[in-house]
């Protein structure tokens, strides 16, 4: 039985682990998208390069 509760509590703990890194991952990633677009682009606006990245990104995911 304590061995049951220990597992059930080990899988919370890394369901919540995995969730709030799923955020920074996607923010890492939008950066990156945001970066590669300002040195292929000759006018670059941020808030349009970010935009067409998280729509691009959520669309893949």
Known sequence: M?????LVIFIII???AIFN???YN???TVSACVAA???TS???NYEKAE??????IKKEK
């Open 2 to 6: 304590k061995k049951n509760i220990l």
């Open 14 to 16: 890394g369901m919540i």
């Open 21 to 23: 890194f799923s955020d």
């Open 26 to 28: 996607l923010t890492r």
């Open 37 to 39: 677009q300002q040195q």
């Open 42 to 44: 000759e006018s670059f």
């Open 51 to 56: 935009k067409y990245c998280e729509e691009k």
